[in-house]
């Protein structure tokens, strides 16, 4: 089943024998990799296969241990990211590396001040990229006011102003919509057809097979293979990846019910810096069973919504309704406290006390509940219940850590999203607010999660799912919502719509909620986009 | 479980303050060589083993640096950096004086109200700063830099106006504390012989220590507290009313900073006036610090900290050097503990690290494609 | 005086310190000198009580052993510096400053053997059979000054400078007040602190001093008496800016400051600690030490005008007139 | 590749981008100084305190803020890079120190070099702890201020004991740095300040004291700040300092030796500190004196935290420390009296705006403020003159104040206090 490539020419880049111990793991070992010149090459594998690590010893931000580096024919040492640079090669890192703060023209020419200064010269360079690829770009717009889509397109732009010939991109379509994607995928091919050689790192493997003229298969630390696109289904990438076969999807039955559990009636949040509203009029339903999901391209009120639901934020006009109390104006304990679970999308400012041992942060948005607490009033942590209700989230939702007693912030990102899941799954929840619940994490946790949730529904759960992952909405969706500029548009079925249209609604380029396909929830399952987003993606 | 009982983490952690002492020792040495001061004689001043009555004086001493240094230690676990613990225990040790030197109450009531008159109004101070952070938006740094000196003009235009003249004396005090409201101090006579006592109100800091690591570790108050410290965006998600937070703390640690005076007060000086001893806030931050903000951490860097002081107070007379170099050692002893502490976690970390990939590696294979 | 203890063996741990070389070799008296905040050396009141310290060595033969306060101690601190003076066999101990006051009187209730003096306090804190409690009678002097400012101000406005607003300073303020208003009883004073205690930093502070002063003498005050220790340098230098005078503390500050300001320093109060000083000591050397308090006025000579530099030599029948009815209490000067 | 997507995408997100938070131009802070010398000008006029913005009261404030404002730039520096540094006060005394040693041995302007060098050698220390060792940036300052008293002192025990006029405290005075100013000016402005005319004689006070016998030293510092702006905002170093403080790992991964920049700063930190310390000697006091910089490194600290990071901010808030320093200490009774006024109507005018503008259930907002101004107005109206005790409180409430009712704004470099180490970017 591996599809061997055949190379000609002078490959770009040419890695050999890399191999990368950190204390007590081997995170690349015995590493080849050949990419040739004006491809986009894709690297593909698990969470903590290795994939970032490879590219960080490419652009020299971490050496090797032992192998070689060949660049189009010369073998290098790259000590720092400026060899790299001055060797062609740029990199987009998997978080992006931007300083908030700084315009954007600032943190285009820094570190590269010498090409065309820090001022009018530079500025100039920087509109002529922009308008060549489209990237629309303003360079003295400060950064921090820019959302996703931008800052991706920044990270772009910093390659191309030094000149790269060779571009890594580390998972850069994990936080885009399918738009942004598409634009991203756009940009790709005019760099490809300008000779640029493309290395891309990406979980989703539909897209992956979409660009890529040559895919590299990491396992823990190794090349397991080098395959052609053409003639692979995502399923057989997924199954190099993991090294075993995967799980077939399972099926679901609609669960919903007509029990309203979260009701949220014309609901407004006003811009405090006195802009247009950021959310505007909100009507949603959310009934036991039910999984509603939201798509939208990022900055569009999502996270307002969310934090009116969960009490961060109190709406200007509205009315949420729990059940049928009130809660409005209720603290985020007291929503808490009344069962809404809560995933939130950036797991280490929302979600986890990183420096803290995992117990802690399993009680972490639960200090109130009984069952971590003790004594009189319940004023005392019971430390011993929490470890326990830990060890177990840790057998039940495969959370692998040798101990409950290492801070969270020592797990890699996929076991930090798992416990997290498992602290708010095993409280039973009413509602689960869950904003990118699997965001950057490996096929084989991503399904588990999913399961989770939908195990949780099948027992009545009602599900707010806010994700940027199509194929996790339309699998886990009873009903799909768009939010475009603080507005929802109506009820999608996720049975029948299609990307195009969910898109279009996303983008406001059509009269989204006329799309609209099905009204209310419907009870058919849609067992061909669940189970793993592998087999959904060529649409 | 492991993590705990693992004797090379226990015996690292018991090395960085060693480590730190012998580097201390070794860059004073190179000081005072290049200045041509007798090494030798300082040292054997600075180590050689106090007397009794020493001993009880640094023992008092401590504690007082202690209550001060777990004042600064509360905001810092809240990630506020309460500068004004010196302000506070000035205006606070000013009220109680003013207050217990009336003798309204009888005895041991007198203390204990006094006691809660320095916690209030040490508590109000530093609520300023709290207030002025929540509600204005203003740098808790700034605002406890500026209401420190507002206290030093507050508490002496006070102080001149309530001032109990004596008749020969040029010191400015509040009214003595009647007799029957000085807490006794304890005799250890059993254990070293001197007629000097420790303070009574020694007490006060083991009450407060324990307080410290109950409310922190045990209480659910305390949980909410670290969490802001650690991650405010994680806590405010998880429920905690920052703000609130900010303003409570904020005012736990000025009630703490309350106490910092109250052993010299009731078991010393038994006035409040211009002689009584300064600038133990900042003495706090420094010991909070190397303390690591651990209640029993900051109880040794309390002793230590005395201990310099108490042993430098010699220099001049038996070796004739300035003690001025006592702030130099206990300068150097801060960054070398800091940094070694700092080795050693790192140290530390790498250890848990490898722990956490050799375990995983172990049970890779029986888990692999476990997402089913 | 203190690079003595270079020439000391380094390890010897005898090492001899801060001044106690300077006097003859006789194996006279024994003294320990506890001084107040700044020590040695601070150009004001604890160099007075060193001069004092220094004659005895020179003129009696004694053998010292010093020690200085730091800035905001604690009590305690005080009571160990005494100690481990008598300790080290200084059983002859000066303790410089009221802040002592408490130190020394439960010290000499622990060594009843020791003879103790304290300079600026003559409280029931510090009293005892072997305390000799010197204090000056600083209003008086101040009195003198502040008629001779009152004298020559052609103004009819003068200026007040404190270090750091404690009681004791005070009573310079009130007596200079006094002194000027007897002359002049519609002359304006301006008066102005530096810091507040526990901040210390008054008698420190060059720069306010300075400020202070120029504030005085821009808004038509001419003559300036300063209690501030070494702040008093920026008073000096304020007024040799503004050509106006100033008046100078503790000691004859026209032949202490630095040269180039002497000649606006137009009389200063001179309070005698050095005096105070050797007479204790030589009171014990005789075996005439007596307890209790000694207070050094103006009819003991404790304090004074100076007339260095001959700028006050026209009034000076004027002075010595209010200075002889100050001795013979026909002038009562308030002290607060 | 469809630029029209991008358009759209663009104008979906318009409501995050449209947030600008451009800086202010000149001329808006040039009309702020201007109008509140209107106002002081009113003010003196209609009280009479003539002191308020005399040629010698600002001359007093240029000597009390240029300290406080060389340390703030200290701060500024390095936590522009991304280091906290409350060991300002520690490397400013280490100034003093090396001002005074120098300066009395090789003149004064080598005593220039001497301060710059003792306070970079407290900056070493400093970058030593953080940088290199990752320390906590305020664990290692409050050491560094500890060390910097401690060597200080002991250092001038050693040095000055001895000297002709010096002692362990205190050491020899130290010959003058020249004033220079532009000739023949002093004359006619003082005459015209003189006459107490509305505005002019004001403008004639603060011309002279920016132009007439102010000392070299105040020049250089002055440059320093328009120096400091210019490297850290205009120049290549700059944008890769401030990158340091701003995302670290943004700059490595562009090849920025993050280390380097960090290290540096915290360097000239220290200088600026020290330098701090040795105007203290050179200029304010001309010698050294132990305690001599009395917690004036904590409040240039504070004046950059004021300042929001900025330069120009800095000079604001040592500017504002410095006058109300000054004000309070040549006996501003009559002065501070003065400005109740303006502050009375100013609370009162912004209580009744608050009262009007917000909704009915926040209105009372503006009543603390109406109370406070009327308070503040009765007071200027029922007394002559503000009593001594009070004055001396000048400078920490005015600072107090003017962040109570202007903060909010504040933002710190966001990298600022974090501990960076190499190769961390993800
Ligand atoms: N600086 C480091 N120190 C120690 N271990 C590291 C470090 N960086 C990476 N690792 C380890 O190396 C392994 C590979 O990590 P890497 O980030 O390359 O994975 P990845 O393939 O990029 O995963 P993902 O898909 O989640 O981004 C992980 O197991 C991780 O534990
Ligand atoms: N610089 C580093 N130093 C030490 N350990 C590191 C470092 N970088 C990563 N690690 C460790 O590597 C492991 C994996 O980290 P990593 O962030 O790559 O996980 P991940 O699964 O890729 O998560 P995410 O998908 O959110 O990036 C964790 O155990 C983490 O502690
Ligand atoms: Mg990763
Ligand atoms: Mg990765």
């Not at chain 2, 106090?50 to 230690?73: D, G, H, M, W």
Request: glycine share 12%; with cysteine.
């Amino acid at each position: 089943m591996t599809h061997r490539v055949t190379h000609h020419g002078t490959p770009a880049v040419e890695l050999h024998g890399i191999t990368k111990r950190f204390p007590g793991v081997v995170a690349n070992k015995d590493i080849e990799l050949t990419v040739d010149r004006g491809t986009v090459h894709a690297i593909v594998g698990e969470n903590g296969a290795g994939k970032s690590t490879l590219m960080k010893i490419l652009y020299g931000v971490q050496q090797p241990d032992e192998g070689t580096i060949t660049v189009d024919g010369t073998v290098r040492t790259l000590r720092t990211p400026s060899d790299a640079i001055a060797a062609g090669i740029g990199m987009v890192f998997q978080h992006f590396q931007l300083a908030d703060n700084l315009t954007v023209l600032e943190n285009v020419v820094l570190g590269a001040e010498k090409l065309h200064g820090i001022g009018d010269a530079a500025r100039r360079r920087i509109r002529e990229i922009s308008t060549s690829y489209g990237l629309g770009v303003e360079p003295d717009a400060l950064v921090a006011d820019l959302g996703v889509g931008a800052r991706q397109r920044i990270e772009i732009l910093k390659v191309l102003y030094r000149g790269a010939k060779i571009v890594i991109l580390d998972e850069p379509t994990a936080v885009l919509v399918p738009q942004e994607v598409d634009e991203l995928f756009g940009n790709l091919r005019e760099l490809k057809a300008e000779g640029l050689t493309v290395v891309f790192i990406s979980h989703k493997l539909d897209e992956v097979l979409k660009v890529a003229d040559a895919i590299t298969v990491i396992r823990r630390g190794s090349t397991v293979a080098e395959v052609d696109p053409k003639g692979v289904t995502p399923r057989d990438l997924a199954e190099l990846m993991v090294g075993s076969e995967l799980p077939s999807p399972s099926t679901d039955e609609s669960t919903v019910t007509d029990t309203p559990l979260l009701t949220i009636e014309g609901t407004s949040l006003a811009d405090p810096a006195g802009g247009r509203a950021l959310l505007d009029g909100i009507d949603l339903v959310i009934h036991a069973g039910e999984v509603v999901g939201i798509a939208g391209v990022e900055g569009n009120g999502q996270a307002e919504l969310v934090e009116v639901i969960m009490g961060m934020r109190e709406p200007s006009s509205g009315r949420i309704l729990l059940g049928d109390v009130d809660t409005s104006d209720w603290q985020v304990r007291e929503i808490r406290e009344a069962g809404i679970g809560y995933i939130p999308e950036d797991r280490h400012r929302h979600a986890l006390l990183l420096e803290a041992p995992l117990w802690e942060n399993v009680i972490l948005g639960h200090q109130t509940d009984r069952a971590n607490l003790t004594g009189p009033g319940g004023l005392l942590i019971d430390a011993a219940a929490a470890k326990q209700e830990t060890r177990e989230i840790v057998e039940q939702f495969d959370v692998r850590t040798p101990s409950i007693d290492v801070t969270s912030g020592s797990l890699s990102g996929g076991n930090q999203q798992k416990l997290i899941i498992g602290r708010e799954m095993r409280r039973n929840p009413r509602v689960l607010v869950a904003a990118h619940p699997t965001r950057g994490v490996d096929v084989g946790a991503q399904s588990a999660i999913w399961d989770h949730i939908k195990q949780a529904r099948r027992e009545g759960l009602g599900v707010l799912l806010i994700s940027a992952d199509l194929e996790e909405l339309v699998g886990l969706s009873d009903t799909i919502r768009v939010i475009l500029r603080g507005r929802l548009s109506g009820d999608f079925d996720p049975d029948v719509v299609t990307r195009e249209q969910l898109g279009a609604a996303m983008t406001g380029a059509t009269g989204a909620t006329g799309a609209t396909a099905a009204g209310g929830p419907t009870g058919t399952d849609h067992t061909g986009a669940a189970g793993t987003p592998t087999d959904g993606g060529s649409r | 479980m492991s993590a705990r009982l693992d004797p090379r983490r226990l015996g690292m952690a018991a090395a960085a303050p060693l480590l730190a002492i012998v580097v201390a020792v070794l860059v004073t040495t190179v000081i005072l060589l290049v200045a041509g001061d007798p090494v030798g004689a300082v040292w054997s001043q600075l180590f050689k083993v106090p007397l009794p009555r020493q001993i009880i004086a640094i023992v008092n001493a401590a504690t007082v640096y202690y209550l001060s240094a777990i004042a600064v230690a509360i905001g810092f676990r809240m990630n506020l950096f309460n500068i004004g613990v010196d302000g506070q225990y000035r205006v606070a040790s000013f009220a109680a004086a003013l207050f217990a030197g009336q003798g309204w109450l009888p005895g041991w009531l007198n203390v204990i109200v006094a006691l809660l008159v320095a916690m209030a109004s040490g508590a109000v101070w530093a609520g300023i700063a709290g207030l002025l952070k929540i509600t204005r938006g203003v740098s808790e740094v700034i605002s406890t830099i500026m209401l420190n000196a507002i206290a030093t003009f507050l508490v002496a235009f006070l102080l001149g106006k309530t001032a109990e003249r004596v008749q020969g004396s040029n010191a400015t005090n509040t009214k003595p504390l009647p007799d029957d409201s000085r807490v006794p101090g304890i005799s250890l006579d059993g254990i070293i012989a001197t007629p000097s006592r420790v303070y009574g109100l020694i007490v006060l800091a083991v009450v407060v220590g324990f307080a410290y690591w109950f409310v922190l570790n045990k209480t659910r108050f305390g949980f909410d507290l670290r969490a802001t410290g650690r991650s405010e965006s994680a806590a405010v998600a998880s429920g905690v009313k920052v703000k609130r937070m900010v303003l409570t703390s904020m005012l736990i640690s000025g009630a703490a900073a309350g106490l910092v005076g109250m052993p010299l007060l009731f078991g010393q000086d038994y006035v409040y006036g211009d002689t009584v001893q300064a600038g133990l806030g900042f003495a706090g931050i420094a010991i909070a610090l190397l303390g690591r903000n651990h209640p029993v951490g900051i109880a040794f860097a309390a002793l230590l900290w005395a201990y310099l002081d108490a042993q430098g107070n010699g220099l001049q007379i038996t070796a004739g050097v300035s003690d001025r170099l006592v702030l130099v050692i206990q300068g150097v002893i801060v960054l070398s503990v800091v940094i070694a502490y700092e080795v050693v976690r790192r140290a530390g970390i790498a250890m848990e690290q490898r722990r956490v990939a050799a375990e995983l590696a172990r049970r890779q294979p029986a888990t692999e494609g476990a997402a089913a | 005086a203190c690079g003595s203890s270079t020439d000391t063996a380094p390890g010897s741990g005898s090492g001899s310190t801060a001044g106690s070389t300077a006097g003859g070799g006789g194996a006279g008296l024994k003294v320990g000198m506890a001084y107040d905040v700044g020590g040695r050396g601070d150009q004001s009141f604890n160099d007075a009580a060193a001069a004092g310290l220094d004659k005895a060595k020179s003129e009696l033969g004694v053998e010292g052993k010093e020690a200085a306060a730091v800035n905001g101690e604690a009590e305690s601190a005080r009571k160990e510096r005494l100690q481990q003076l008598i300790d080290a066999g200084y059983t002859n101990v000066i303790a410089v400053g009221f802040a002592y006051a408490k130190s020394v009187g439960e010290a000499a209730k622990a060594n009843p053997d020791v003879k103790f003096a304290i300079i600026d306090d003559a409280s029931p804190d510090s009293a005892g059979s072997n305390v000799e409690q010197i204090t000056f009678a600083e209003e008086q002097g101040s009195f003198l000054v502040g008629a001779a400012a009152a004298l020559k101000t052609k103004t009819n406005r003068i200026g007040f400078v404190g270090g750091v607003q404690t009681d004791l300073i005070k009573k310079f303020e009130v007596g200079y007040e006094a002194g000027a208003k007897a002359v002049k009883p519609d002359i304006k004073i301006d008066v102005k602190y530096l810091t507040q205690p526990p901040d210390f930093s008054g008698f420190a502070s060059v720069d306010k001093g300075k400020a202070a002063a120029e504030g005085m003498y821009q808004s038509g005050a001419d003559i300036v008496y300063h209690a501030a220790g070494g702040s008093g340098g920026g008073v000096f230098t304020a007024a040799k800016a503004a050509g106006k005078l100033a008046i100078g503390v503790d000691s004859d500050q026209a032949k202490t400051a630095p040269a180039d300001v002497r000649d606006v320093i137009m009389t200063s109060m001179v309070k005698k600690v050095d005096v105070g000083v050797f007479d204790f000591i030589k009171a014990v050397q005789d075996g005439s030490f007596k307890a209790g308090n000694k207070v050094f006025d103006l009819k003991a000579g404790g304090v004074d005008y100076s007339t260095t530099g001959g700028q006050v030599d026209d009034i000076k029948s004027k002075l010595d007139e209010y200075k002889q009815q100050i001795i013979d209490g026909s002038i009562t000067v308030p002290s607060s | 590749m469809s630029a029209a997507g991008l358009q759209a995408a663009d104008v979906v997100r318009e409501p995050e981008a449209a947030r600008s938070r451009r800086t202010r131009p000149w001329w808006f802070w040039a009309a702020v100084v201007f109008g509140a010398v209107v106002v002081i000008s009113t003010v003196r006029v209609l009280t009479g305190a003539n002191d308020i913005d005399s040629t010698g009261a600002l001359r007093a404030a240029i000597g009390l803020a240029v300290p406080i404002g060389l340390a703030g730039l200290g701060g500024l520096w390095s936590e522009r890079a991304g280091v906290v540094n409350i060991g300002l006060e520690g490397m400013m005394i280490l100034g003093t120190w090396g001002g005074a040693f120098v300066g009395y041995h090789y003149g004064p302007w080598a005593g220039i070099l001497g301060a710059l060098l003792l306070g970079v050698v407290g900056g070493a220390i400093h970058a030593l702890a953080t940088v290199v060792f990752g320390v906590d940036h305020i664990v290692s300052g409050v050491a560094i201020n500890l060390l910097g008293a401690g060597a200080g002192a002991y250092l001038a025990v050693r040095t000055f004991t001895g000297l002709p006029g010096g002692g362990p405290t205190q050491s020899p005075p130290l010959q003058q740095l020249p004033f220079i100013g532009i000739p023949g000016l002093e004359q006619p402005l003082e005459d015209l300040a003189a006459k107490q005319w509305w505005l002019v004689s004001d403008l004639a006070g603060i011309v002279g004291a920016l132009t007439t016998r102010v000392n070299v030293l105040v020049v250089v510092a002055v440059a320093l700040l328009v120096l400091t702006w210019f490297v850290l905002w205009r120049t290549a170093f700059g944008l890769r300092l401030r990158a340091c403080g701003e995302s670290p790992q943004a700059a490595e991964t562009l090849g920025v030796n993050v280390y380097r920049y960090k290290f540096t700063a915290v360097l000239v930190s220290g200088g600026m500190a020290g330098l701090a310390g040795g105007f203290l000697v050179l200029v304010a006091s001309n010698l050294y004196r132990e305690g001599q910089t009395g917690g004036r490194g904590y409040i240039g600290l504070a004046a950059m935290i004021f300042g929001n990071w900025r330069p120009g901010g800095l000079a604001g808030g040592a500017a504002l420390f410095g006058y109300a320093d000054a004000v309070q200490l040549r006996s501003g009774g009559d002065v501070i009296r003065a400005y109740l006024l303006p502050i009375g109507l100013l609370l009162v005018a912004w209580g009744v705006w608050q009262y009007l503008r917000r909704r009915a259930g926040k209105r009372m907002k503006g009543v603390p403020m109406v109370v406070m101004g009327v308070l503040a107005l009765l007071w200027f109206l029922l007394s002559s003159s503000v009593p001594d005790e009070f004055t001396g409180m000048t400078p920490y409430v005015a600072t107090l104040l003017v962040l109570a009712f202007a903060s909010q704004r504040l933002r710190m470099p966001a990298a600022d206090g974090a501990v960076y180490r190499k190769g961390e970017a993800s």
